[in-house]
Every structure is written in structure tokens, then in C-alpha cells.
């Protein structure tokens, strides 16, 4: 646990007396010794992470107690899914069963405990919770894989998988084309869409085409220069295209679509107008959305969206989610360990939003991207592939580009007059500014001037270490000069760590649990003619009912842990008092407390959206956004 007169004086290496900087120096230097860099984690090598996870870095009790929680859902609700299977199915109810009520006994327990926790006491319950956890797991794992379950025959069997735990309501309603077309803008992948002036020439959609579904009075050329026309291109995907995997001797795909949305005149929102379902449009024809009295073209169509949403199941979980979020903030964690003193502002102001991640992550790389997870069952190819794509998606990512204000001008969705319905961005937006003026005030309570940012010799080291090729190689990365620009790269490791990871996370349960609507792969090939297939052919491109409930045990879990929501610093050892003692920052009226209120006026300015909005937007509610990666 940190010191307290660290949290209450927090201080510049600069500022310190010669023999407090020698205390630094070797703190930093046992800080190196404790977190060390690898590129050759199992199952991400190529990728900077810390070779271990530290005592310090391991969660509270409260985390593993939501863990646990959700754990017990998912337990309860395979017993529901399961009650008339085959013989030795009351022998498995009963292991299970009996699981969930060891691990409930031992939350009660941790709950009921009047004793301050100390490192000690909470290695000792999270090592009993973590043994209990596992023999709930492997009861789960083995009553639900003796019980292999066939393709659906209709949606109401994938509906049927839903007994304890909430049928997402998209199910209702996804194959309407506004739905799907509203996903690009509210759903979990929101960080693709792009505003284009005139088609790719590998996507020739006719004027004639555009026109079947928009009408005769707009047209391509009208709508790219008047900013309604806007491009989904999955072409980063072309690697998993040409590497299908096998799930029990059948192959699955991923697929790498265009798809073509626009705003009609005068409208708020995007419809979609065509997709083709590949890159080549020599082997891929172009299906342009149907008339609703065109039944002969209805399933074709159908099986086209599948294709998109397979692609952007994969770039979101890959890309936006992974590597973007996960691997990008472990770079910064572990920088922040190794170059920064526990003395110091910017370690003080970072370590609650790293709260979890390596332990996560080590998580992530030992059983998620492992050969045989539930990963490797649910996407569309061997998991080395999706392994090394995530992998060079994080090197590839360039940090200042993609500050939330410069990649939504890059991407040409900046323009609300011309996109006016945008939930992510606007609401991505306000966030993104409620973080950055509480930063620029904590900035500028430690540094009084630019030459203080230049003279702080800690914060070049963390600098250099990011910049670094064999340590964090954030691509992009530069050393910071102003307090402005401090501001900034704080600002997007705060947002990144906080609401991008949660917009990109919580979806997962609420949406993404919903199989026939969100799958890692597709189970059948590309349509080659639009007006030749059958609902049959559409319920072929879906995963089993098996896999559609190894979906939902997965994502349940992963889109519930909401654990300590942004604003919200505290210590995290039980009873997790008030993290920040510095009055200059933490007293009233200061810019803690100023940040706090700005998030409580954010939620009511988005709650106030979402009424008007034709769904609402849930995702980047403050009280809906978690202060770090712990999930």
C-alpha cells in the first residue's frame, strides 16, 4: 500500500531535496526490478507486457465478490437450460449447485467481516474464493460440454438459452435494418464508420443501386458532398479471410465486407444502403438493401449483414476492445511502475486507473487467447492468427492520432450537422472534455510552468520508456514539453483506461450475448446471388445452439463486472478509503470535487439524450463507466 505521506505531499523529482531523490532512485530501481518487461508473454508474443503480476497489482475482495456473482448467474442459468437432459444430469445439478452455495458462503463471509483487510487477509480469501471459483468453473465446464447441442431451427431456440439470465433486448428487434444501420454509431464497435466524399473502386455501387434504397432525388455524388455518406471497410481482416478455422471438423469463416450507409435528405440517421461481402468485387456481387416488397432478395440480405456483423465482432474484439484499450494501457501501467516514484502527482493521479489491468490481462493471455478457450471455439479462425493480428494492431496504433477529437475528424463523423445521430460521439465527447479540464487542473497544481514538465526527469523517463521499441513501444509517442500537452496524453490514458474500455466492454452482456446477431464467426459461405436463398440458408450461417450458450457463459461474465466508476478514487484495500489526501486537489470545491460534479451534470445531459434518441445510449453514462481495465 502506498505511503501516506505520499498520497498527502506529492511531489516533482525536481522539488525534492538531494536526499529524498536518492529514496526515489531506489525505489524506482526495486520498482524495476519487480516489473520487467517481455515481448514473449504466451500467447502474445510480439507484444510489451510485464513479465509477472505483482501482490500489489492483484484485485480486492469486491472484485472477485462481482466476479463470484456473475460466476453463480452463468451457473444458474445452465442448470435452467439444462433440467431434461440425459442421464447423470441430477449428479452434475447437484455438483454445481453445491459450488454456488461454497462460493456464496464465502462472500458472506468477506462481506460480514468487521476486520480492516490487510495483504494478508486478502491473499488468504481470495485464495479460497479463487479455489472454490475453479471447481465452479470445471462442474459448469463439464455439465455443459457433456450436453452438445445441434444447430437451431428457429430464433426461439436461441431465445430458449436465456432462462436466468436476461435475453438481451436487441433480440426482438435486430434484423430491422435501423437497428443495424444504428449499431455503426451505438452498438459496441462505434470506431470504424468513416465519412466518405466518393467510393472505393473496389466497392462500385451503382448510382442505380444507391438510388433502389434512397430514392430518385438523392444521389452518390449529392450525398458524398453534402457529408451522408459513410463507409464500413473491414480490409484489416483479409489475414483471418485467408485462414478459416475448424470447430469440431466444420469450418467457420470471418469475412472482410464492405458496407455503405448514408443519411437520407433531411434525415438524422443512418440507413444502410449496400454491402458487398468481400474485398474483390470481381468474386463478391453487390447487394443493395431490398425493397421490403422484395421477398426473392430478403434472405440473401440477411445472410449479407451476418457477414458484416462477423467482421466487426472481430475488429471490435481484436482491435477496438484488445489492443486498443487492454494492451495499450499495459504499456503505460507498466511504464508508470518502473519510471515513477510513489512521490509523484502523475503516479498518484495514474495508478487508480490502472487498478487490475495486468492482472487482467495476464488472465486474458493464459486462458482467453489460449489454443481450445472459448475464444478459440467461438471466432472464426485459429486463435495464433487472431493472436497475432490483436498484436500488431496495438504496435500499429498510433497514440496521438487517435485522441478521441482528432480520429473523429479523421474519420469525417465530427460534423453533427452532417451525422447528427452519433450517441458515441457526443456522449464520448463530453466525457472526453469533463477529463480533460480536471486534468488541466491537476496539471497545473504540480506544475507551475512549462519548464517544470521539461525539468521533471521522472516524467522523461516514462516518456522515453513508451517511446522505447524493447520497453512500451507505443507508436507515435514524444516527449512532452508543455503542460498542455501533458494534459492531453493524460486526458486519453484516463479516457482510454475508463469509457473507451467501457464502451467497447459492457455492450458484450447488454448486446453481445445474442448469437444470432453477434458472432466471432460464420458457419457457412459467401452468398453469390442475392435473390437465391431461403431463411434455412440465413439460420445455416449461425453458430450452434451449443456455442450460442458458450457465448452467453463467456460475455455474461465479461459485461458485468462494473467495479469502482470513474471519479470515484479510493484505495483498494477494504474499507477502500478516499484516495487523494492532497487538500490542494481532494478538498472542497477543488478539482476532484469539480470533476465529480461535472460527471453527475454528464449523466443527466446523457439521460436527457437518450429520451429523445430512438434508443437510448447506456454505455457512456458516467455512472456506467469503470475507472480502469478490470474486466
Known sequence: MLAES?????????????????????????????????????????????????????????????????????????????????????????????????????????????????????????????????????????????????????????????????????????????????LRVAGPNTMLLKGIAGLPDKFPVSEQQYQQVMGKQDSLAKAGSEGRLYLLDYAELDYLVDNPGLYKGKSKYVYAPFALFAVPLGGQSLTPVAIQCGQDPQKFPIFPKPASSDARAQWGWEMAKVIVQVADTNYLELFVHLARTHLLMEAFAVATYRCLASEHPLYMLLLPHFE?????????????????????????????????????????????????????????????????????????LLIWDAIHRWLTEYVSIYYSSDAQVVGDTELAAWTASLMDVNEGNVKGFKAIATREQLTDVLTMVVFTASAQHSAANFPQKSMMMYAPMFSGAGWGVVPEVQAEYTQQDWLDMLPSLSLGGEQINLLSVLGSIYYRRLGDYRSNYSPYPEWFEDSNVAGNDGPLMRFQSALLQAEATINARNLRRPSPYPYLLPSQIAQSITI
Not at 495483504?119 to 479463487?130: F, L, N
Not at 437451431?152 to 438459452?161: E, F, I, P
Not at 500488431?392 to 450537422?417: H, I
Request: glycine share 4%.
Open 356 to 428: 487490475g489491468t495486468l492482472y487482467i490481462n495476464s488472465k486474458a493471455a493464459s486462458s482467453l487467447l489460449a489454443p481450445d478457450s472459448t475464444n478459440d471455439h467461438l471466432f472464426g479462425t485459429p486463435v495464433q492468427c487472431t493472436q497475432k493480428l490483436a498484436g500488431e494492431d496495438r504496435l500499429a496504433y498510433d497514440f496521438y492520432a487517435n485522441m478521441l477529437p482528432t480520429d473523429l475528424a479523421a474519420r469525417k463523423v465530427d460534423n453533427a450537422g452532417q451525422l447528427p445521430d452519433y450517441p458515441y460521439r457526443d456522449d464520448a
Open 6 to 182: 505520499s498520497r498527502r505531499n506529492p511531489s516533482l523529482p525536481q522539488n525534492d531535496s538531494p536526499a529524498s531523490q536518492q529514496l526515489r532512485a531506489k525505489q524506482l530501481i526495486d520498482a524495476k526490478r519487480e516489473y520487467t518487461w517481455s515481448n514473449q508473454v504466451v500467447n502474445l508474443v510480439g507484444v510489451p507486457m510485464s513479465t509477472a503480476v505483482p501482490a500489489a497489482d492483484q484485485p480486492t475482495l469486491e472484485w472477485h465478490a462481482l466476479v463470484t456473482e456473475a460466476m453463480i448467474e452463468v451457473g444458474k442459468n445452465l442448470l435452467a437450460t439444462r433440467v431434461n437432459e440425459k442421464q447423470g444430469w441430477f449428479g452434475r445439478h447437484l455438483q454445481v449447485q453445491g459450488q454456488m452455495d461454497a462460493l456464496q458462503g464465502l462472500l458472506d463471509k468477506a462481506r460480514d467481516s468487521k476486520e480492516p483487510e490487510s495483504p494478508a487477509s486478502r491473499v488468504d480469501m481470495v485464495a479460497q474464493i479463487a479455489v472454490a471459483l475453479g471447481e465452479l468453473k470445471l462442474a459448469e465446464a463439464v455439465l455443459f460440454h457433456e450436453s452438445e447441442q445441434p444447430a437451431a431451427a428457429d430464433l426461439q431456440a436461441y431465445n430458449d438459452l436465456f432462462k436466468e439470465i436476461e435475453i438481451p433486448q436487441i433480440s426482438s428487434s435486430f434484423q430491422n435494418d435501423e437497428v443495424f444501420a444504428r
